[in-house]
C-alpha cells in the first residue's frame, strides 16, 4: 500500500512565499509585493490580440509557436543580445514560468545537482526538487551578485545545471561581463549547462546585459514579454538554445501545455517588433522610483546595496519575518528573504514596480514600524 495519497514531490513543497504574502494582506493595503509593473500593456499590442480574435486566430498553434513569433524573436536575439539562433531553436511556452520547468526538466535527473544563487528566485529550487534534483546554494557577495570562484567551490561529479538570472530577482544586481564570460568558460571546461534567466533585461540602470549565449553553445536561454512589456497575465515566454537541447525540451512542452496562446502570440509579435518607447519610459519611471525608495530606506538607518537592474530593493532588516509581519499587519506588503533561501534571513524583498504615491506612503509606514 502506497504511504500517502499525494505524490511525494508534492507534499515535500511549499506554497511561494511571495503569493503567501500577498495573500496575507487585506485589499486596500499597498503591494510593493508582487513583480509586476504596474503599467497597462501598450494599445498596439492589445489592438493586435483584438484583430487575432476578429480575424478568427483562436485554434491551436504549431508546439513550437507561430513562426511570424520565432523570426521576431530570431531577430531580437541578434540584434539585442548578440548570439544567434535559428527560429527552429525557439519554444515559445506559457510564460518563462513553463520555459524554466522546461529546461530543468529536460536535463536534471534524480541526485542530480544545480547551482543557484543564495537567496535567489523563488521557483529555481521549487522546480530542482521537484525533478528530484539537488539544490547547491550559491552565497551572494558584498555586491550580491556570485562570483565564479564561488560557483567553481561547488562543482562536484553530479553538478549538471547552474541557474544565472541577471538582472536578478530578488536582489536587483547585474552581473558583470567579465563574470558572464567565466560563467559560461567553466559550463565548457566541465560539461554543465548554463540556464540563463533575462526576463528583467531590459531594465538595467547602471551597467550593461550580457547573455551567456555570447560565449557558450551550452546555455539554455530563457525571457519573456511578460516584464519588458507589462504583459505579465498574457502568459508569453520563451525559450532558445541549439537543437540538442529543443529536441528534449519539446518532447515535454508537448505534453505539459502543447501550445501556448495562440491570441497572446499574436500581441507578442506585436511587442516583439512594435515601437520601443514605453519599455524606454518604464525603465525611466523604475529609476526614479528606485531613487526614491534607496534613499527612504536609508533614512531609516537600513543598509540598502543599490540594485542595478529590475525593479527589487532588497535592504538588511534584523528579523525579515517578524519586519514582513508588522509591515502586513501595517497594510504594506513586502516579502521576507528567506522565500528566496535561508541566506536571505537578514533581508526583505521590495519591490518598485508600483506607483511613485504607493512607494512614497509605503516609506511613511516604514518609518513608523521602524521606529
Given at each position: ?156 561529479p553530479k553538478t549538471k545545471a547552474m541557474i544565472i538570472n541577471s538582472p536578478a530577482n530578488p536582489t536587483g544586481a547585474v552581473q558583470s561581463k567579465k563574470d558572464i564570460r567565466a560563467f559560461a568558460e567553466i559550463a565548457d571546461d566541465n560539461d554543465i549547462t548554463i540556464i540563463s534567466d533575462e526576463v528583467y533585461e531590459h531594465f538595467i540602470y547602471e551597467g550593461e ?163
Amino acid at each position: 500500500m502506497p504511504g500517502s495519497k499525494f505524490a511525494d514531490r508534492v507534499l515535500n513543497m511549499n506554497i511561494s512565499g511571495i503569493r503567501k504574502m500577498f495573500e496575507a494582506a487585506g485589499s486596500d493595503a499597498i503591494n510593493l509585493g508582487l513583480g509586476q509593473p504596474d503599467f497597462d500593456t501598450p494599445q498596439h499590442i492589445k489592438q493586435a490580440a483584438i484583430d487575432a480574435i476578429n480575424g478568427g486566430f483562436t485554434a491551436y498553434t504549431a508546439g513550437p509557436g507561430i513562426v511570424e513569433l520565432r523570426e521576431q524573436l530570431s531577430r531580437k536575439f541578434k540584434e539585442e543580445n548578440s548570439f544567434d539562433v535559428d527560429p527552429s531553436e525557439i519554444i515559445v511556452t506559457s510564460g518563462a514560468s513553463e520555459a524554466l520547468e522546461l529546461a530543468i526538466a529536460s536535463l536534471v535527473n534524480p541526485g542530480d545537482e544545480v547551482m543557484i544563487a543564495n537567496p535567489g528566485f523563488v521557483s529555481y529550487n521549487a522546480l530542482v526538487n521537484m525533478m528530484g534534483g539537488k539544490v547547491a546554494g550559491v552565497p551572494l557577495n558584498e555586491e550580491l551578485t556570485i562570483s565564479p570562484e564561488s560557483v567553481m567551490e561547488r562543482i562536484n561529479p553530479k553538478t549538471k545545471a547552474m541557474i544565472i538570472n541577471s538582472p536578478a530577482n530578488p536582489t536587483g544586481a547585474v552581473q558583470s561581463k567579465k563574470d558572464i564570460r567565466a560563467f559560461a568558460e567553466i559550463a565548457d571546461d566541465n560539461d554543465i549547462t548554463i540556464i540563463s534567466d533575462e526576463v528583467y533585461e531590459h531594465f538595467i540602470y547602471e551597467g550593461e546585459h550580457i547573455s551567456p549565449a555570447q560565449f557558450t553553445d551550452n546555455v539554455i536561454t530563457i525571457n519573456a514579454v511578460s516584464k519588458t512589456y507589462a504583459m505579465t497575465g498574457w502568459r508569453i515566454g520563451y525559450v532558445a538554445a541549439k537543437n540538442e537541447y529543443i529536441e528534449q525540451m519539446l518532447k515535454v512542452h508537448q505534453y505539459v501545455q502543447a501550445c501556448a496562446n495562440s491570441i497572446a502570440q499574436k500581441a507578442a509579435c506585436a511587442a516583439i517588433s512594435g515601437p520601443q518607447d514605453s519599455v524606454s519610459f518604464m525603465r525611466e519611471e523604475f529609476l526614479k522610483r528606485r531613487n526614491v525608495l534607496i534613499s527612504g530606506l536609508r533614512s531609516m538607518g537600513l543598509k540598502c546595496v543599490v540594485p542595478k537592474g529590475a525593479f527589487y530593493a532588497f535592504p538588511e532588516v534584523e528579523d525579515c519575518n517578524t519586519m514582513a509581519s508588522k509591515l502586513i499587519a501595517n497594510g504594506v506588503v513586502v516579502v521576507p528573504g528567506t522565500a528566496f533561501g535561508e541566506n536571505g534571513d537578514e533581508h526583505i524583498r521590495i519591490s518598485y514596480a508600483s506607483s511613485m504615491p504607493n512607494i512614497l506612503k509605503a516609506l511613511e509606514i516604514m518609518e513608523k514600524v521602524l521606529t
